[in-house]
C-alpha cells in the first residue's frame, strides 16, 4: 500500500474498522469461550518457545510473559525490581552476588535453583549459544557464572557493571535437565518455564496455546486458557477484536480507538517504551560504511526533511511528540533539554548539496510493516525525503527468518541502507543499556559506531554513582543527537483494544501479567 499524502493516511486507517476484513478460517470458527481468551499478536517470537532468541521485548514478551521468568523486572519507574531473584549485591566491582527465591520449580517438577541459573547463562558462552541474539543481548556482558549455594549464584562481569540487574531482566531462566534432553529443538515447540502458565506451539508452529501450571508460585486468576494467534494485518486484529474472535488486540492504532470504543470496547494506553526512527547504517559487517550516510550533514539533514509534527496529526491522530533522541522520557537518563530537530526542507537541501549531494542519493529503507501506523508513518518519512531529492524507496520485510530483520541484526552485514526501527528501551528503561545493545560500537556487529562518542559512553557503563551515571548519560545522549545515527521520528503510546470480559488488563512496559486477569460476563 502506497499512500501520496499523510493526510491520506489518516483516512485509509480510519476506513479500516468499518469495512469487512478476512481473518484465517480457523480463528472465524472458534470465537472466545467464558474459559478462554484469545491474543491477536502481529507476529510470534522469532524462535517461538527458544529464549535465546529474541529478548523480553515485542514481539516475543507477549507469548512469553505467559510461560517465562527472569531474575529481574524493570518497573514503569525504570527500577530493577526481584522476580526469580530474592536480591543481588555488588560484591565487589566485577561480581554480583544474587540469592533466589525459595521453593520455585518449573513446570516439569525441576527446582529453580542455582544450578538453573548459571546453566543458562553459560549457554550463551556456548558455540550454538553464540548464533542466538541473547548472546549479543546479555553474553557478551557476562564473564562467568560461579554457584555459591543451592539459592545464590555470584555473577561475573568483564569489567564494572552497574547496569547488570537491569541486563539479567533479559533472559528467561530454564530448567537444567529439561534443556540438556530438549534443547532448542525442544523448546522451540514447547517452552518450559516458572511463569503461570503452559505455552505448547502446534507442529506447523502456526497457534499456540496456554494452559495453567498449577505449580508456579504466581498462581491465576479466572483464566483457564489462552490462546494466541497471529494476524499480520492490522485491519485483520481489529475486526476480529470488533467481531469477538478475539479478546485482546496487541497492537492497535490511534485511528482505530474510536471504532474500538464505539463498540463498547476497552483501551489501555501507555506510553511507548519504544522510539520509532529510521536507523541509518553507518557501519557494516565490522568496518565503516563509505558515501553520503557516512557524513555527518548528510545524516542530519535527512533528519531536517521529515515532517514530524505531521506523522503526529495525521496518523497518530495528534498524540505524541517528535522524538528528538535515542531513549523514551520514563527512561533513566532521559535529556528533556535535546531538542528535536525542526521541519526544514530548505536547511536539508543546503545540508545536502554541502556535502556533495545536491542531486539526492539513492536510499533503500527497509522495516516491518505490519502495525498500520507504524508503516504510514515510514511512507510519510519516505515521501518527505523523496521532496529533497533522495531516491528513497521502502520495502517491507519480516521480523526473523531467512533474510528477516534479526538475522541481519546479529551478523551486522545489512544488504540495504537503514532500517525501521529507533530505539526499545523495553525490558529495561535505561540508556546505557541503549547505547549498549543499539546505537554505539559497543553493540556486537553495530550499525553505527562513532568512537568520538566511546569515551563518555564507556565511563558511563562503570560509574555506580547513580547521579553522576545519569549526568554522563545525558550528556552521552546530547552528542549522539547531534551525529544524527538516526532519523528521529515521534514518541508515542502503545494501546491495546481488549473486550471488556477481561478484568484487569493491563501491561507493565509490554509485558502482560495473564495470572492477573480475570474473565466475567
Same mark, same amino acid.
Given at each position: 500500500m502506497k499512500l501520496s499524502t499523510t493526510k491520506g493516511l489518516r483516512g485509509a486507517l480510519t476506513a479500516v474498522a468499518a469495512i469487512a476484513v478476512a481473518v484465517p478460517a480457523f480463528l472465524a470458527a472458534t470465537p472466545a469461550s467464558a474459559e478462554t481468551i484469545k491474543i491477536g499478536l502481529r507476529e510470534f517470537p522469532a524462535g517461538r518457545g527458544n529464549p535465546f532468541q529474541g529478548c523480553v521485548c515485542s514481539p516475543a514478551v507477549f507469548v512469553w510473559s505467559a510461560t517465562y521468568e527472569q531474575l529481574s523486572r524493570v518497573g514503569l519507574d525504570g527500577r530493577a525490581v526481584p522476580e526469580l531473584a530474592a536480591s543481588w549485591e555488588n560484591i565487589n566491582p566485577?561480581?554480583?552476588?544474587?540469592?533466589?527465591?525459595?521453593?520455585?520449580?518449573? @513446570? %516439569?517438577?525441576? /527446582?529453580?535453583?542455582?544450578?538453573?541459573?548459571?546453566?543458562?547463562?553459560?549457554? #550463551?558462552?556456548?558455540?550454538?549459544?553464540?548464533?542466538? @541474539?541473547?548472546?549479543?543481548?546479555?553474553?557478551?556482558? #557476562?564473564?562467568?557464572?560461579?554457584?555459591v549455594d543451592d539459592l545464590t549464584v555470584d555473577v561475573k562481569t568483564p569489567k564494572p557493571d552497574p547496569l547488570l540487574p537491569k541486563l539479567v531482566s533479559s533472559q528467561s531462566i530454564i530448567p537444567t535437565k529439561a534443556w540438556a534432553d530438549m534443547s532448542v529443538e525442544g523448546f522451540t515447540n514447547n517452552p518450559i518455564g516458572s511463569g503461570p502458565y503452559i505455552v505448547k506451539w502446534s507442529d506447523a508452529g502456526s497457534q499456540a496455546t496456554a494452559t495453567p501450571?498449577?505449580?508456579?508460585?504466581?498462581?491465576?486468576?479466572?483464566?483457564?486458557?489462552?490462546?494466541?494467534?497471529?494476524l499480520e494485518e492490522a485491519p485483520a486484529r481489529t475486526q476480529a477484536l470488533l467481531s469477538g474472535q478475539v479478546d485482546v488486540n496487541i497492537s492497535l492504532g490511534p485511528d482505530e480507538h474510536a471504532a474500538v470504543?464505539?463498540?463498547?470496547?476497552? &483501551?489501555?494506553?501507555?506510553?511507548?517504551?519504544?522510539?520509532?526512527?529510521? @536507523?541509518? &547504517?553507518?557501519?557494516?559487517?565490522?568496518? /565503516?560504511?563509505?558515501?553520503?550516510?557516512?557524513?555527518?550533514?548528510?545524516?542530519?539533514?535527512?533528519?531536517?526533511?521529515?515532517?514530524?509534527?505531521?506523522?503526529?496529526d495525521n496518523i497518530f491522530s495528534g498524540s505524541g511528540k517528535p522524538a528528538s533522541q535515542v531513549a523514551v522520557p520514563t527512561a533513566f537518563g532521559y535529556n528533556k533539554s535535546i531538542q528535536p530537530y525542526a521541519y526544514d526542507p530548505d536547511k536539508a537541501k543546503k545540508l545536502l548539496a554541502e556535502a556533495g549531494y545536491a542531486?539526492?542519493?539513492?536510499?533503500?529503507?527497509?522495516?516491518?510493516?505490519?502495525?498500520?501506523?507504524?508503516?504510514?508513518?515510514?511512507?510519510?518519512?519516505?515521501?518527505?525525503?523523496?521532496r529533497i531529492g533522495i531516491k528513497a524507496t521502502l520495502v517491507s520485510q519480516q521480523f526473523s527468518g531467512a533474510g528477516g530483520w534479526l538475522e541481519h541484526w546479529?551478523?551486522?552485514?545489512?544488504?540495504?541502507?537503514?532500517?525501521?526501527?529507533?530505539?526499545? #528501551?523495553?525490558?529495561?528503561?535505561?540508556?546505557?543499556?541503549?547505547?549498549?545493545?543499539?546505537?554505539?560500537?559497543?553493540?556486537?556487529?553495530?550499525?553505527?559506531?562513532?568512537?568520538?562518542?566511546?569515551?563518555?559512553?564507556?565511563?558511563? *557503563?562503570?560509574?555506580?554513582?547513580?547521579?553522576?551515571?545519569?549526568?554522563?548519560?545525558?550528556?552521552?545522549?546530547?552528542? %549522539?543527537?547531534?551525529?544524527?545515527?538516526?532519523?528521529?521520528?515521534?514518541?508515542?503510546?502503545? @494501546?491495546?483494544? *481488549?473486550? /471488556?470480559?477481561?478484568? %484487569?488488563?493491563?501491561?507493565?512496559?509490554?509485558?502482560?501479567?495473564?495470572?492477573?486477569?480475570?474473565?466475567?460476563?
Open positions: 566485577t561480581t554480583w552476588r544474587i540469592k533466589l527465591k525459595p521453593g520455585i520449580k518449573f @513446570s %516439569n517438577g525441576e /527446582p529453580m535453583n542455582a544450578q538453573a541459573v548459571k546453566s543458562t547463562f553459560d549457554f #550463551l558462552a556456548t558455540d550454538r549459544g553464540k548464533t542466538f @541474539s541473547q548472546s549479543k543481548t546479555l553474553g557478551v556482558f #557476562l564473564a562467568s557464572t560461579e554457584i501450571y498449577v505449580g508456579s508460585r504466581l498462581g491465576r486468576k479466572s483464566v483457564d486458557r489462552v490462546e494466541f494467534v497471529v470504543e464505539a463498540a463498547g470496547l476497552k &483501551i489501555f494506553s501507555a506510553p511507548s517504551t519504544r522510539t520509532m526512527g529510521l @536507523s541509518l &547504517i553507518t557501519h557494516r559487517s565490522g568496518a /565503516p560504511v563509505t558515501g553520503p550516510l557516512a557524513d555527518i550533514r548528510v545524516r542530519q539533514a535527512l533528519n531536517y526533511a521529515v515532517d514530524k509534527q505531521s506523522i503526529i542531486d539526492g542519493f539513492e536510499l533503500e529503507v527497509r522495516a516491518i510493516t505490519t502495525s498500520a501506523d507504524f508503516r504510514f508513518s515510514y511512507e510519510a518519512a519516505i515521501q518527505d525525503l523523496t546479529i551478523k551486522g552485514d545489512w544488504p540495504y541502507q537503514a532500517f525501521g526501527f529507533g530505539n526499545d #528501551l523495553t525490558g529495561h528503561l535505561d540508556v546505557g543499556l541503549s547505547f549498549a545493545r543499539h546505537t554505539s560500537c559497543t553493540k556486537p556487529a553495530p550499525y553505527y559506531c562513532n568512537q568520538d562518542e566511546m569515551a563518555l559512553i564507556d565511563s558511563g *557503563y562503570t560509574e555506580f554513582d547513580v547521579n553522576k551515571r545519569e549526568k554522563i548519560w545525558q550528556e552521552a545522549l546530547k552528542i %549522539n543527537a547531534e551525529n544524527a545515527p538516526i532519523i528521529f521520528l515521534i514518541e508515542f503510546n502503545e @494501546s491495546m483494544g *481488549y473486550n /471488556p470480559r477481561i478484568k %484487569n488488563f493491563h501491561n507493565v512496559n509490554l509485558w502482560v501479567p495473564y495470572n492477573e486477569l480475570e474473565v466475567g460476563s
